[in-house]
T-cell receptor
Framework: DVKVTQSSRYLVKRTGEKVFLECVQDMDHENMFWYRQDPGLGLRLIYFSYDVKMKEKGDIPEGYSVSREKKERFSLILESASTNQTSMYLC?????????????FGPGTRLTVT | DQQVKQNSPSLSVQEGRISILNCDYTNSMFDYFLWYKKYPAEGPTFLISISSIKDKNEDGRFTVFLNKSAKHLSLHIVPSQPGDSAVYFCAAVNAGKSTFGDGTTLTVKP
């Protein structure tokens, strides 16, 4: 069974802290994505990666960075957390560059920055 | 500028009736469209998709219609069941990148 896991379901951090959100998939997928979900704004793409050590900016990359050292793991980093980064963060993966390939999502991490 | 819009934040229907969820897009370069369903405390899961070369795709109780000239797609659920109550996102794909709408919360009343 397909599985995308995220390191934490809930996380509370202070303003200015460095935050790591981890995502692991066990499907040998090439593509991995990080989104944030906010009320009224839907899912917005932060960063994505088509291969190990590759990364591309999504629609809202400011304040975030990513790391993909291994195919199965894609990390989202908040260098200095701010209150406007309080959100639900969703990781996803998909197979290859085929647009017909749907994305598989993790359960999400609800991050609160105080 | 939101390229994919779901103008109805919520929809309530009676069990057994049809649910119609709508999605509009502005970018004519989108060539593939998907619907995802999301239950509380879970990530979205893929429901059904349609290529831009088609105008209809059906899978059991779920049918997606695409009107390219109007840049509009819709998801029909017939008959609706209480277990269909969830948030539904439409997504449009261009160059391998998906753009999501902000979701419609469907409530199916028994």
């Amino acid at each position: 069974d397909v599985k995308v896991t995220q390191s934490s379901r809930y996380l509370v951090k202070r303003t200015g802290e460095k935050v790591f959100l981890e995502c692991v998939q066990d499907m040998d997928h090439e593509n991995m994505f990080w989104y944030r979900q906010d009320p009224g704004l839907g899912l917005r793409l932060i960063y994505f990666s088509y291969d190990v050590k590759m990364k591309e900016k999504g629609d809202i990359p400011e304040g975030y960075s990513v790391s993909r050292e291994k195919k199965e793991r894609f990390s989202l980093i908040l260098e200095s957390a701010s209150t406007n980064q309080t959100s639900m963060y969703l990781c996803a993966s998909s197979l290859g560059r085929d647009p017909l390939s749907e994305q598989y999502f993790g359960p999400g991490t609800r991050l609160t920055v105080t | 500028d939101q390229q994919v819009k779901q103008n109805s934040p919520s929809l309530s229907v009676q069990e057994g009736r049809i649910s119609i969820l709508n999605c509009d897009y502005t970018n004519s370069m989108f060539d593939y469209f998907l619907w995802y369903k999301k239950y509380p405390a879970e990530g979205p899961t893929f429901l059904i998709s349609i290529s831009s070369i088609k105008d209809k795709n059906e899978d059991g109780r779920f049918t997606v219609f695409l009107n390219k000239s109007a840049k509009h797609l819709s998801l029909h659920i017939v008959p609706s069941q209480p277990g269909d109550s969830a948030v539904y996102f439409c997504a449009a794909v261009n160059a391998g990148k998906s753009t999501f709408g902000d979701g419609t919360t469907l409530t199916v009343k028994p």
